[in-house]
């Protein structure tokens, strides 16, 4: 959906805040035991550390990577939502495993076991991640982004970009 570099930058921001909040909450509450309200402020804690971490993976490792990884399964006249699809998955594939690396050393104590907790982290948080990417921050992020590009006085999406939003 971006078009210019400020507009991906942008996007990025808002989607990495969207999963990296959301899945901040996820593991609060595997941690405590269940959800609660006070998991959505205990949540901004590690913000300060995991929102940034996941922009600069996603502007330098990721980004390229995952549409890449993308373009071997799906062909850029596919139809643009399996194109969506196939890109936020590899997205997920790729940011899953080293987000969790860095909450494992960051927030897990884990000592000797870094290796098991670090897998275990992954696991527990792929499907969240993943269906939370497809069925929730992602739509979202979308409607976000194409709102806020039009109220900046862009033009309306073309067919393919709302397309996309699906």
């Known amino acids: 959906m971006p078009k210019t570099k400020l507009q991906n930058v942008f996007f990025t921001i808002l989607m990495a805040f969207l999963m990296v909040y959301a899945m901040i909450c996820y593991n609060i509450s595997l941690s405590i035991g269940g959800m609660t309200n006070q998991v959505f402020l205990m949540a901004f804690g590690e913000m300060k550390i995991m929102w940034p971490a996941a922009i600069i993976l996603?502007?330098?490792v990721v980004e390229k990577l995952a549409s890449m990884l993308a373009f071997r399964i799906v062909s850029p006249q596919d139809k643009p939502i399996f194109i969506t699809l196939a890109i936020s998955s590899m997205i997920v594939c790729l940011?899953?495993?080293?987000m969790s690396f860095i909450a494992?050393?960051?927030f897990k104590n884990a000592g000797s076991n870094f290796i098991a907790v670090w897998f275990q982290t992954t696991v527990m948080n792929f499907p969240m991640a993943l269906c939370w990417q497809i069925f929730g921050a992602g739509p979202l992020?979308?409607?976000i982004f194409r709102t806020v590009m039009k109220a900046?006085?862009?033009q309306e999406a073309p067919a393919a970009d709302r397309a996309e939003s699906c």
């Open 95 to 98: 940011m899953c495993p080293m």
């Open 104 to 106: 494992t050393l960051l």
């Open 141 to 143: 992020g979308r409607l």
């Open 58 to 60: 996603e502007f330098f």
């Open 152 to 154: 900046m006085g862009k």
